[in-house]
T-cell receptor, first 109, second 115 residues
Framework: GQNIDQPTEMTATEGAIVQINCTYQ??????LFWYQQHAGEAPTFLSYNVLDGLEEKGRFSSFLSRSKGYSYLLLKELQMKDSASYLC??????????WGAGTKLIIKP | DAMVIQNPRYQVTQFGKPVTLSCSQTLNHNVMYWYQQKSSQAPKLLFHYYDKDFNNEADTPDNFQSRRPNTSFCFLDIRSPGLGDAAMYLC??????????????FGSGTQLSVL
């Protein structure tokens, strides 16, 4: 079966750095997405990786290793508004999106 | 400037009473999706439309139906809601390119409660 694993919950301090990991086992690979979802709201797109390496976008960066079936989302200079769930999703060989359950990130002052 | 609009934001229905959720888009995307998401769980794809072609997920209950009368609008009909159908229902759109990098644009969701 296809599977996406993420930690259920993480806690970090305002101003710090946090890394949210995602591992996947899917039937083929056509890219990996990270979405941010605030409580009670819809997911919003953060990043897309299809090649190995690090993609930086402001305070947020996303890394991919296809050989290891692994990605992480790195958030720097954490702000209180970054408190949200972060969803990892992989597009498989049939172009279906396989979603993780998300990592709830709690930011403390 | 909302691009994917869902109505209503909150919907309360009674056990067994049919309910319809609506979604509209101004992006002119050819693919529209309906997801069900329960608290702290991954979004679960119910069905999607590629233009007018309807694609039902194998494990979507018959209780859930959908209509897409035109490019801009899509509806989710729950014929006889049960307590287990209480969830956030997310509509999303994308432009199919066949390259894998098609990101989904989500509406704000409809939170359905079943009493």
């Amino acid at each position: 079966g296809q599977n996406i694993d993420q930690p259920t919950e993480m806690t970090a301090t305002e101003g710090a750095i946090v890394q949210i990991n995602c591992t996947y086992q899917t039937s083929g690979f056509n890219g990996l997405f990270w979405y941010q979802q605030h409580a009670g709201e819809a997911p919003t797109f953060l990043s897309y990786n299809v090649l190995d390496g690090l993609e930086e976008k402001g305070r947020f960066s996303s890394f991919l290793s296809r050989s290891k079936g692994y990605s992480y989302l790195l958030l720097k200079e954490l702000q209180m508004k970054d408190s949200a769930s972060y969803l990892c999703a992989v597009r498989d060989s049939n172009y279906q999106l396989i979603w993780g359950a998300g990592t709830k990130l709690i930011i403390k002052p | 400037d909302a691009m994917v609009i869902q109505n209503p934001r909150y919907q309360v229905t009674q056990f067994g009473k049919p309910v319809t959720l609506s979604c509209s888009q101004t992006l002119n995307h050819n693919v529209m999706y309906w997801y069900q998401q329960k608290s702290s769980q991954a979004p679960k794809l119910l069905f999607h439309y590629y233009d007018k072609d309807f694609n039902n997920e194998a494990d979507t209950p018959d209780n859930f139906q959908s209509r897409r009368p035109n490019t801009s609008f899509c509806f989710l009909d729950i014929r006889s809601p049960g307590l287990g159908d209480a969830a956030m229902y997310l509509c999303a759109t994308s432009r199919h390119t066949g390259t894998g990098n098609e990101k989904l644009f989500f509406g704000s969701g409809t939170q359905l409660s079943v009493l």
